[in-house]
Structure formats: C-alpha cells, structure tokens
C-alpha cells in the first residue's frame, strides 16, 4: 500500500507535482500547448485555396469531436467553409455545425449570411 501515501499528498496539495499541472495557462506552454499549435494549424488549413488541405482540417476536427475533444474555438473558421465548392467539406461542415451552433449561438447567428450564399449558389468557393 505505498500508493497511498504518495495518492494523499497529491490529493492534499502539498506535492508540486499536482499543482503545475492545473495552474499553469495553456497559451503559456503548458501542457494543452500542443492542442493550441493544432488548432493554429488547423485554422491556416481552413483559410487555404487547397480543397484538399480544407477536407484533411476537417477530417480532423469532426475526429476530435467524436474523441470528446472541444473545438468549438475553430467555430468561425470552420464556418468559412460553408460556402465550400467542395462537397465533401460542405457535409463535414455541416457535420460540425450541428455540434456546436448550440453553444455558438451569436456566431452562428453572425453566419446566416453565410449560409444562404452556400445554398444560393452552387459551386461558390
């Protein structure tokens, strides 16, 4: 039973072991700063003229989501998207939307625009 001891002193506070972990800001590098780099790195591929770079971001983003991961940050840019020639985008967007427009309320609001030139327009890019 010597998981007990050392259990006890990180439920309590006393170790320096547990408090880093939480305190620490993620944007500050912390131990979420490779989740922020992803997202980085997922917005630059949603703002690319590639259809292939935008449906690999997409592939990711609806994989993350159905790992419990929230990306609800990407809200915007995801939403860019919705006027996508591509199909295969268009459908992983709406994939998306239908997760977050919930939460999203006042920028899914923002994006009905948005929305009516996808529908408007086929082929729109």
Known sequence: MSASPAYSEEKGGSSSL???EYGHDPASGGIFSSDYKRH???KEMLDSNKDSLKLEAMKRIVAMIARGKNASDLFPAVVKNVACKNIEVKKLVYVYLVRYAE???DLALLS???FQRGL????CG
């Open 112 to 114: 009905i625009s948005t």
């Open 103 to 105: 939460e999203q309320q």
């Open 18 to 20: 547990g408090e880093p």
């Open 120 to 123: 408007k327009v086929r082929g």
């Open 40 to 42: 980085d790195d997922l």
